[in-house]
T-cell receptor, first 115, second 116 residues
Framework: GAGVSQTPSNKVTEKGKYVELRCDPI?????LYWYRQSLGQGPEFLIY????????DSGLPNDRFFAVRPEGSVSTLKIQRTERGDSAVYLC?????????????FGQGTRLTVV | QKEVEQNSGPLSVPEGAIASLNCTYS??????FFWYRQYSGKSPELIMS????GDKEDGRFTAQLNKASQYVSLLIRDSQPSDSATYLC????????????????FGQGTTLQVKP
């Protein structure tokens, strides 16, 4: 497909478990962003990649959260020892990031519920 | 101070009116500005981008940027009930000491209600 793809679309997990959320960006986009969105709030920045490296991970809330993008395309957001407060929609976006062309396009999101 | 600020609303306008949505940002070096529309239960959809001071028009939408005032706005002319959604302002924060653009930061969004 031509758009950003996120899997799974829904994930229910028990408190304390480990989860992985996957993002497949638009082909050729070098920048990839992860956000978390709670009801009634705007997307909260978590981390952004430029190529394979994390250019800015200042939004990751604590060391339970980690993200990788080993080949500069697909990215995985990993959450260890999940807590009920981690429940949210996790959004991924990608951007060509060429000069000022930084228009970012979102996937449909993964709704994470920690019970 | 939040990096990107918007009034959460709701902003209610009658059908056919002009809706005006506003956003301020803190990073004076920011170069790229975006408006996204988000329907309930859906992901954000890009509707406008603006990079230079002044106005940019696309159909019924006009984005306005004033870098000196660190202010960006979105006008929606001839508002329709289908425009009812949350509108998110996003700013690409300048990476200090770098020629590269930085992280994309969102405001909390303004809920627009267009009443028939």
């Amino acid at each position: 497909g031509a758009g950003v793809s996120q899997t799974p679309s829904n994930k229910v997990t028990e408190k304390g478990k480990y989860v992985e959320l996957r993002c497949d960006p638009i082909s050729g986009h070098t920048a990839l962003y992860w956000y978390r969105q709670s009801l009634g709030q705007g997307p909260e920045f978590l981390i952004y990649f430029q190529g394979t490296g994390a250019a800015d991970d200042s939004g990751l809330p604590n060391d339970r959260f980690f993200a990788v993008r080993p080949e500069g395309s697909v990215s995985t957001l990993k959450i260890q020892r999940t807590e009920r407060g981690d429940s949210a929609v996790y959004l991924c976006a990608s951007s060509p990031h060429l000069d000022r062309d930084t228009e970012a396009f979102f996937g449909q999101g993964t709704r994470l519920t920690v019970v | 101070q939040k990096e990107v600020e918007q009034n959460s609303g709701p902003l209610s306008v009658p059908e056919g009116a002009i809706a005006s949505l506003n956003c301020t940002y803190s990073d004076r070096g920011s170069q790229s500005f975006f408006w996204y529309r988000q329907y309930s239960g859906k992901s954000p959809e890009l509707i406008m981008s603006i990079y230079s001071n002044g106005d940019k028009e696309d159909g019924r939408f006009t984005a306005q940027l004033n870098k000196a005032s660190q202010y960006v706005s979105l006008l929606i002319r001839d508002s329709q009930p289908s425009d009812s959604a949350t509108y998110l302002c996003a700013v690409n924060m300048h990476a200090v000491g770098s020629s590269n653009t930085g992280k994309l930061i969102f405001g909390q969004g303004t809920t627009l209600q267009v009443k028939p």
